[in-house]
């Protein structure tokens, strides 16, 4: 049987409201419509790893609020093992989403119970670390606990994946960078981890080994609407465009991207595959409002490749 991933990380409520655009300062403007979802970088991964069939499990908090039992049910509803989520007293994390016309979104996050970690690891997290097949991280959760997990996954040989975005938005320190085999970020992303410009593939590659010197294996750069590019170890590179959709709401769609990355990884695939496998969950994405709920099932993103041969 296939070692499970591991997914440790943010889990949050999402409060939507949709608009025109942005309000100006001081400027109050009207919604015309809202909504509260699952979501948290953390758990979106999870369910978009456990949507397509792959054994995942979920480590988190949870708040002492309304707002977890629904969380942890739509978790166990995307078939994640929800036995490491742990519930802390305190409100749980929240996602304040303005979602404006033709799916792009800007968001606010209030971490909660996602930053009540100490910064060492408790046996249970530590052992299902070292059983883990790979161990999937964010930066929405402390970094401290960030770099002490992937050390340990490191140590016992577990390949470390982290998806460069949440609101911590500070340089990756070289403990943490030493242990990754897979970084994933976006392309502003990239610009702020290596203080170095993205605009074009070319500045992509540049940034990617400007990381790759700092101990990271592959760099695997999410370039929106242009698709992704991913830059392997020797240097070389490998793109994949997006699927054409029409896009109702990109959130969520970057997770699950890493997650279901990680899954062809984990499940053998050759590089290419993993690229196309993985752009095609994020293309059935883009098409549903939400973040957890709208992770597609391994059916659905099969359908979408096989439309667009």
Not at 164 to 187: I, K
Request: net charge negative; proline share 6%; glycine share 12%.
């Amino acid at each position: 049987m296939n070692k499970p991933l591991l997914v440790l990380g943010s889990i949050n409520a999402d409060l939507y409201v949709e608009i025109e655009a942005l309000p100006k300062p001081g400027e109050t403007i009207s919604g015309r419509d809202c909504a509260i979802r699952p979501g948290g970088k953390g758990a979106n991964q999870a369910a978009a790893a456990a949507k397509v069939g792959y054994p995942t499990r979920f480590a988190g908090h949870l708040g002492s609020d309304a707002f977890a039992p629904a969380l942890r049910a739509e978790l166990r509803a995307a078939g994640a093992d929800d036995s490491l989520l742990t519930t802390v007293a305190g409100p749980t994390g929240q996602a304040y989403i303005l979602l404006q016309r033709g799916g792009e979104n800007s968001i606010i996050v209030a971490p909660g119970a996602n930053h009540v970690w100490g910064s060492t690891l408790d046996s249970e997290l530590t052992a299902a670390i070292s059983q883990a097949g790979a161990l999937l991280l964010q930066r929405e959760i402390p970094e401290a606990l960030n770099i002490a997990a992937a050390q340990r996954a490191k140590s016992a040989g577990v390949p470390v994946v982290l998806d460069a975005g949440g609101s911590d938005d500070g340089p990756l320190p070289a403990s943490l960078l030493a242990c990754l085999t897979v970084c994933s970020p976006n392309e502003t992303e990239l610009a702020r981890l290596t203080g170095m410009p993205t605009d074009d593939d070319t500045q992509v590659i540049a940034a990617a080994r400007k990381l790759q010197a700092q101990g990271v294996g592959t760099v695997l750069v999410k370039l929106g609407a242009r698709g992704c590019l991913l830059v392997r170890p020797d240097g070389s590179t490998l793109h994949q465009g997006v699927f054409p959709v029409q896009v109702v709401d990109t959130t969520g769609a970057g997770d699950c991207f890493t997650g279901t990355y990680t899954v062809a990884m984990l499940s053998g695939m050759a590089e290419v595959e993993r690229l196309r496998f993985a752009c095609a969950a994020a293309g059935v994405c883009v098409q549903r409002k939400g973040a957890m709920p709208s992770m597609p099932t391994r059916a659905e993103l099969q359908a979408l490749m096989e439309y667009h041969v």
